[in-house]
C-alpha cells in the first residue's frame, strides 16, 4: 500500500487535515515521525476526531509496507558476487555449524502413549507433596514419605485436615508408567557391548554413575554411531 496523500490512510477523515494543521502537521512525512514518536502520538489521539490506538497502529503499518519495497530494491542493488575473504569466512561459520549442537534422537510412539505421557505430565502437576506424619513437629523425622503404622493414627483413619497419603488414585496413565519424559524407555549401561542390544527407536540410555570419564566418551561415540540417545550425555 502506497501512502503519498492523508487520504490514502485507513480511517482518515477530511476533518481531521485542518485539526492537524493545528498541531503544526501539513505532510505525510511530518504525520510518519509523528506516529513512530510516543509523544507525540498520544497528541495526535487527542486532536484527531475519531482516531484511536489501533487507527494510529494501521497507519504504523501504511507506512512500513510503503517502505518495505523500497528496502527490497536497495538491498537488491547492493548485492554483488562474494569475494574470497567472503568466502573464507563463509567456510569457517559451515565448520562452525558442523560442531554445533544436534537434534537428538526421539522414539517411534503411538497415539496412546503419546496421550498417556500428557496426561501423566497434567496428573504430576497436581499431585501434592507426600510427607510422613508430624514431619513439622521433629527435625530428625525428615519429609520423606513413611507410611504411617500406629492403630490411634488420625493420618492413617483418614480424617479430615491431616496431610494426604499415597494412594492408587494419585497414580498416572499405566501406558507411560516408567517411561522417560520423552517417551524413551531407560536402560542402564555400564560398558561399550551394553550398547548392542539397544533399540534405538524405542530405549534410550542412561550411562551408570560408576564409570570413569574414559569410558564415558567411548560409550557416548559409539552410540552416536548406533544412533541411541544417551540421556545423561557429557556437554
Do not use: C
Request: no cysteine; charged share 35%; aromatic share 6%.
Amino acid at each position: 500500500m502506497t501512502v503519498k496523500e492523508f487520504k490514502d490512510l485507513p480511517g482518515f477523515k477530511d476533518a481531521n487535515v485542518a485539526e492537524l494543521e493545528s498541531i503544526g502537521i501539513t505532510t505525510v512525512d511530518q504525520l510518519k515521525e509523528a506516529v513512530n514518536d510516543k509523544a507525540k502520538t498520544k497528541e495526535v489521539i487527542k486532536t484527531l476526531s475519531g482516531v484511536g490506538p489501533k487507527t494510529v497502529e494501521n497507519w504504523q503499518k501504511a507506512f512500513a509496507s510503503n517502505e518495505a519495497p523500497k528496502a527490497t530494491k536497495v538491498a537488491k542493488a547492493e548485492k554483488k558476487e562474494p569475494t574470497a575473504e567472503a568466502k573464507k569466512e563463509e567456510e569457517k561459520t559451515e565448520v562452525v555449524e558442523a560442531n554445533a549442537y544436534t537434534v537428538q534422537p526421539k522414539p517411534e510412539l503411538d497415539e496412546e502413549t503419546v496421550d498417556a505421557l500428557a496426561k501423566r505430565a497434567i496428573i504430576s502437576g497436581k499431585r501434592p507433596a507426600f510427607k510422613r506424619q508430624e514431619w513439622f513437629r521433629y527435625k530428625m523425622l525428615g519429609e520423606k514419605w513413611r507410611r504411617p503404622k500406629g492403630i490411634h493414627s488420625k493420618m492413617k483413619r483418614g480424617l479430615k485436615r491431616r496431610p494426604p497419603m499415597v494412594e492408587i488414585g494419585y497414580g498416572g496413565p499405566a501406558k507411560a508408567k516408567g517411561l522417560h519424559p520423552s517417551g524413551f524407555q531407560e536402560v542402564l549401561v555400564y560398558n561399550v557391548d551394553d550398547l548392542e542390544n539397544i533399540d534405538p527407536k524405542k530405549q534410550a540410555v542412561r550411562i551408570g554413575g560408576t564409570v570413569g570419564t574414559k569410558k564415558r566418551i567411548t560409550i557416548e561415540d559409539r552410540a552416536k554411531e548406533l544412533g541411541i540417545r544417551v540421556l545423561n550425555r557429557m556437554v
